[in-house]
T-cell receptor, first 113, second 115 residues
């Protein structure tokens, strides 16, 4: 069964610190992997989209990595800010044609001052 | 660009009542998606339209749920009759192409509470 597992479920860090969120998937065949940020009370917003041939992609202080061989991805946040407090959702696309998007349940990040 | 527009933002209703959620996708986008989000199950795709035609409705929970897209700028998700277990946040998203390839843009969601 195609699955996307995220860890940790929740995380608390101090402002200015770095952190890394993990995403493991069993989706096959794999098309692309996305990371979304969802602020409380709002819809998800795309941070990065990576195909199987891409190893890393950055969006400001957010850097996503992908290892298609081990089926693992990580999202690294550098110099965290209070505004980074949100849920981060990993989404894997099973195939290019169609709707097979498999969602993880997300990691809730709290950044405190 | 106003982004994806959803209404209402909040809906409180009693069990057995009909609920209609509305969505206006981003102009020019030809794919529209309805999602449901709960703490227990996370985000779940309910139905996907491409060029106003339902492509995949395998995520629709049961016959109480129905969705329509009469034109490229409007879609509805209806629940009749509603039940307490339908309480969730419902998101509409749109994209300029196939779900697995193109970025999806989400609306702000409708928080539904069924008493």
């Amino acid at each position: 069964k195609n699955q996307v597992e995220q860890s940790p479920q929740s995380l608390i860090i101090l402002e200015g610190k770095n952190c890394t969120l993990q995403c493991n998937y069993t989706v096959s065949p794999f098309s692309n992997l996305r990371w979304y940020k969802q602020d409380t009370g709002r819809g998800p917003v795309s941070l990065t989209i990576m195909t199987f041939s891409e190893n890393t992609k950055s969006n400001g202080r957010y850097t996503a990595t992908l290892d298609a061989d081990t089926k693992q991805s990580s999202l690294h946040i550098t110099a965290s800010q209070l505004s980074d407090s949100a849920s981060y959702i990993c989404v894997v696309s099973e195939e290019q044609a169609g709707t097979a998007l498999i969602f993880g349940k997300g990691t809730t990040l709290s950044v405190s001052s | 660009d106003a982004g994806v527009i959803q209404s209402p933002r909040h809906e409180v209703t009693e069990m057995g009542q009909e609920v209609t959620l509305r969505c206006k996708p981003i102009s020019g986008h030809n794919s529209l998606f309805w999602y449901r989000q709960t703490m227990m199950r996370g985000l779940e795709l309910l139905i996907y339209f491409n060029n106003n035609v339902p492509i995949d409705d395998s995520g629709m929970p049961e016959d109480r749920f129905s969705a329509k897209m009469p034109n490229a700028s409007f879609s509805t998700l209806k629940i009749q009759p509603s039940e307490p277990r339908d309480s969730a946040v419902y998101f509409c998203a749109s994209s300029s192409g196939l779900a697995g390839v193109y970025e999806q843009f989400f609306g702000p969601g409708t928080r539904l509470t069924v008493l």
